[in-house]
C-alpha cells in the first residue's frame, strides 16, 4: 500500500549543527519520486529537494542533502549547519508514476532550532 | 510566471452551511490536487484531476464534497453541509507532468483556511 511514515513528532538541534529527520515509505511502483517541504508557521509549502526512484547519486540542494536507500525504502533528509529560520514543520512526499501521479504525504516532524 | 491563485484565504461558517473554495493552478499544469490540512497533520489527499479528469478521489467524503474542474484549468472545491471536523487548510497544488527533464514538483496556494462554529 502506498504510505509515508514520519516517526518523530519532534525533533531538537543546537544551532549550527546537522540534524536527520526519518522518512520511510512503502510502494509497490517502480517509478516514483521522494520529496521534502518545510511548513514555516505561515503555512505556505516549500519546495526543499527532490529524488527521483532511479537515481543512483543522493540529492543535494545547498545545507539540504537525501540520504536515499531504495532497499530499506528510506528517505531521510540532512540539514547541515541548521539555522533558526529552519525551525518549522517538515514534510516527506512520494509521488507515483504508476498511480497517475498520486502524491501523498507524511504526517510531518517538527524542528526546533536551539540558539 | 504567476503561481497557484487560490480564494477564499479565510472563511468563517457555522456548521450545516456550505462553502466553495476556488484554485487557478499554473498556467500549464496538467494535474491538480486538492488537500486538506488539519492542524499540526500532514496533507491529506482529496481530490486529483488529471487535466479534466478525476484521478484519484478515494479520500474525498463524497456525501458532502464535491469537486470539479472544469475545462482542465481552474477548480472549485465545496462543502456542503459543513461539519465542525472539518474545520482545515484546504491547500490546493498544481504540477506538470514529470519526466527525466524535471516536472516532479508540486507547487501550492497559499491555501484556504475554514472555520466551522
Known amino acids: 500500500a502506498q504510505k509515508i511514515t514520519q516517526t518523530q513528532p519532534g525533533m531538537f538541534v543546537q544551532e549550527k549543527e546537522a540534524v536527520t529527520l526519518d522518512c520511510t515509505y512503502d510502494?509497490?511502483?517502480?517509478?516514483?519520486?521522494l520529496f521534502w517541504y518545510k511548513q514555516p508557521s505561515s503555512g505556505e509549502m516549500i519546495f526543499l529537494i527532490y529524488?527521483?526512484?532511479?537515481?543512483?547519486q543522493n540529492a543535494t540542494e545547498g545545507r539540504y542533502s537525501l540520504n536515499f536507500q531504495k532497499a530499506r525504502k528510506s528517505a531521510n533528509l540532512v540539514i547541515s549547519a541548521s539555522q533558526l529560520g529552519d525551525s518549522a514543520m517538515y514534510f516527506c512526499?512520494?509521488?507515483?508514476?504508476?498511480?497517475?501521479?498520486?502524491?501523498?504525504f507524511g504526517a510531518g516532524t517538527r524542528l526546533f532550532v536551539k540558539a | 510566471e504567476a503561481g497557484v491563485a487560490q480564494s477564499p484565504r479565510y472563511k468563517i461558517i457555522e456548521k450545516r452551511q456550505s462553502v466553495a473554495f476556488w484554485c487557478n493552478p499554473i498556467?500549464?499544469?496538467?494535474?491538480l490536487y486538492w488537500y486538506q490540512q488539519i492542524l499540526g497533520q500532514g496533507p491529506k489527499l482529496l481530490i486529483q484531476?488529471?487535466?479534466?479528469?478525476?484521478?484519484?478521489d478515494s479520500q474525498l467524503p463524497k456525501d458532502r464534497f464535491s469537486a470539479e474542474r472544469l475545462k482542465g484549468v481552474d477548480s472549485t472545491l465545496k462543502i456542503q453541509p459543513a461539519k465542525l471536523e472539518d474545520s482545515a487548510v484546504y491547500l490546493c497544488?498544481?504540477?506538470?507532468?514529470?519526466?527525466?527533464?524535471?516536472?516532479?514538483?508540486?507547487?501550492f496556494g497559499e491555501g484556504s483556511r475554514l472555520t466551522v462554529l
Open positions: 512526499a512520494m509521488r507515483e508514476l504508476g498511480r497517475g501521479f498520486k502524491t501523498i
Open positions: 529524488q527521483g526512484s532511479y537515481d543512483e
Open positions: 510502494t509497490s511502483d517502480q517509478s516514483y519520486g
Open positions: 498556467s500549464g499544469h496538467a494535474t
Open positions: 497544488a498544481s504540477s506538470s507532468s514529470p519526466g527525466l527533464a524535471g516536472g516532479w514538483e508540486l507547487f
Open positions: 484531476f488529471q487535466n479534466n479528469g478525476v484521478v484519484d
